[in-house]
């Protein structure tokens, strides 16, 4: 690896490394991110090939849609190059701790350029990407250890760090960084899916003595750590496909300790003093998790995917995000935690109220210190019946509508076809009855609503389930004003996965079109629509020509029942209830 290419000028490298999952989802949040901090692919950055790959990773979002999808995309890294001239002007890979100004939650710092132009903190942007574990300031890449080695010595990483002008904040930065001689550091041996002894991690480190690097040795917080990283093959659970010890680790498998890594890269930790080496750690994500929330439902979404989808979203510090679908307000609340102002509706008016003044949507955002959302009680198939349906207001919708899956959705009305009108003196306070609501007519309204609401510019993020006859060039809903971002699938069982689909608004609204906008949500019309509705039904058809279903079935059946008997026993046990029980009994 040449650190400078004929021709395109001296670059400085990260390394991006991912967590082991959600894969599809890795491209499409880091693109999101990096345009929400205003930094172009192709233009500010550019993404290199990684060792042994077949084709680089795509800069162009004309066919967006396919992010995600490279020949890279089963492989937990990247590589991001920006020019090195624009370290230190319009970006920095500082410290929080040796920053002059304080970082906002944008990943913007509040020093200047010489042309006035705010300073981009990459670590701060990059910490946005839920998925991110780490990133480093490559230095070297190659197919073994002695090629990496080669990379560095044949670049200029090093006399870069010896003279630390990256170090600081900003070129108009007064409080420096530590001096090199001064620096104390580590290095650190990562082998994704392989254990190695620490005299053979101490064999690794010793390749790297040339670098000489003279501060101390401090294992425990140093000022740089450095890291050595040996990839391998990744199965989908991110285990090595051909690990090095048997089952149990405790014989080394000759013919899988031969085989070459895919790559092995050297850089710099970024982010170690504020972040950690995993960005992750340090309960960053856990404290969010279900788990800890007072108010949950059955479809409430996991907090991981919900954090991402804001990411997709675009929503940050000032945003007005919708949720029209709102349930229990698990999306709603990462809209929040991101700094956006939240409006959440449900037609069902049980689950805004909560189950009692303690559990409830606002006690969830109470709990993390928020101020409660806005929560309405409406019905997304007549949206311009309930507000001014010609006023764009949102920047970001983000929502995972009901299926029928664990949920059915409904809309206003009633199932009978005589219906008694409602007297005026009750029209204050009257709930309108419900009807089932049609999943096709769901996701053909809910891209309707966004395309009248959402700004120019704004953001559609749902979730869509689907079978693996599920063909996403055709099997999408679409809408003339909105353009699709990309499309991100996650496996939930062998017949069945969903897709978050990201789209955004490019052409404003027209009311005079709106029956023919309903009417072409569906390319295939009927055929189209019906591969998201009925899933239930078509996963528990599959389900019962697997062997043993029935038996499967009589014994789920068995359990419910049992379950059920031992709820209506406790409630008869319960002390308040002992009394009742007495006098019904004479």
């Not at 740089?224 to 199965?235: K, N, S, T």
């Not at 991101?338 to 449900?346: Q, V």
């Not at 996963?539 to 359990?559: F, N, S, T, V």
Request: net charge positive; charged share 25%.
């Amino acid at each position: 690896m040449s650190s400078t290419p004929a021709g395109e000028g001296e670059e400085y490298l990260l390394l991006i490394e991912f967590v082991h999952k959600h894969l599809d989802f890795h491209d499409a949040e880091l693109h999101s991110v990096l345009e929400m901090h205003g930094i172009k692919p192709g233009v500010d950055c550019h993404f290199r090939p990684l060792i042994g790959s077949v084709v680089a990773g795509s800069d162009a979002r004309s066919s967006s849609h396919t992010i995600g999808r490279t020949a890279d995309s089963k492989r937990p890294f990247r590589v991001l190059s920006f020019a090195w001239d624009t370290i230190g002007s319009k970006f920095t890979v500082c410290d929080a701790e040796t920053q002059t100004g304080k970082s906002n939650d944008d990943g913007i710092t509040e020093n200047q350029t010489n042309n006035g132009r705010a300073v981009i903190n990459l670590v701060s942007a990059l910490a946005r990407c839920t998925l991110i574990r780490s990133v480093v300031e490559l230095w070297g890449m190659g197919s073994n250890i002695d090629d990496c080695i080669k990379a560095i010595q044949s670049g200029n990483a090093l006399k870069r760090h010896q003279v630390g002008k990256h170090l600081t904040a900003s070129k108009r930065s007064t409080t420096l960084a530590k001096s090199y001689n001064a620096r104390s550091w580590k290095i650190t041996i990562h082998t994704l899916g392989s254990t190695y002894t620490r005299d053979e991690q101490q064999g690794m480190r010793s390749k790297f003595s040339f670098l000489n690097f003279p501060g101390q040795v401090q294992m425990e917080s140093p000022d740089d750590e450095y890291l050595v990283i040996r990839e391998v093959e990744l199965d989908a659970m991110g285990g090595a496909v051909y690990p090095r010890h048997s089952s149990g680790k405790k014989e080394i498998i000759p013919e899988n300790d031969a085989m070459p890594p895919l790559a092995c890269y050297f850089g710099r930790v970024l982010g170690n003093a504020s972040l950690g080496r995993n960005w992750r750690g340090s309960n960053r994500l856990e404290q969010y998790s279900l788990k800890k929330r007072l108010y949950l439902g059955p479809t409430s979404m996991d907090s991981e995917l919900s954090l991402i989808m804001t990411n997709l979203a675009l929503v940050k510090k000032g945003s007005f995000a919708f949720d029209p679908f709102v349930g229990t307000g698990s999306i709603l609340l990462t809209t929040a935690l991101r700094g956006a102002f939240a409006f959440g509706t449900d037609i069902d008016l049980r689950v805004l109220r909560g189950r009692s003044p303690k559990e409830n949507i606002a006690s969830n955002f109470a709990q993390y210190g928020l101020p409660p959302p806005e929560l309405v009680r409406s019905d997304n198939a007549i949206y311009h019946r309930h507000y001014r349906d010609n006023l764009p207001l949102f920047d970001a919708i983000v929502t995972d509508p009901p299926y029928g899956i664990r949920a059915g959705a409904k809309q206003s009305g009633s199932r009978r076809e005589e219906v008694t009108p409602v007297l005026e003196e009750h029209r204050h306070d009257h709930i309108a009855q419900t009807r089932p609501y049609c999943v096709s007519d769901v996701m053909a309204d809910l891209l309707n609503v966004a395309a009248m609401t959402l700004k120019i510019g704004g953001r559609l993020v749902y979730v869509i389930p689907s079978m693996l006859d599920f063909d996403e060039t055709e099997d999408l809903p679409q809408h003339e004003c909105l353009r699709l971002v990309s499309i991100c699938y996650q496996p939930l069982q062998t017949e069945l996965g969903r897709r978050t689909v990201t789209m955004e608004k490019v052409e404003e609204y027209d009311e005079n079109k709106r029956d023919a906008y309903l009417g072409a949500t569906w390319v295939n019309g009927p055929q189209s629509a019906e591969k998201v509705a009925n899933i239930r039904e078509r996963l528990i058809e599959a389900a019962k020509k697997k062997p043993g279903y029935e038996e499967k079935a009589a014994i789920r059946k068995q359990k419910r029942k049992a379950t059920k008997e031992a709820k209506k026993k406790a409630k008869r046990e319960a002390p308040g209830n002992q009394g009742n029980a007495g006098s019904k009994d004479n």
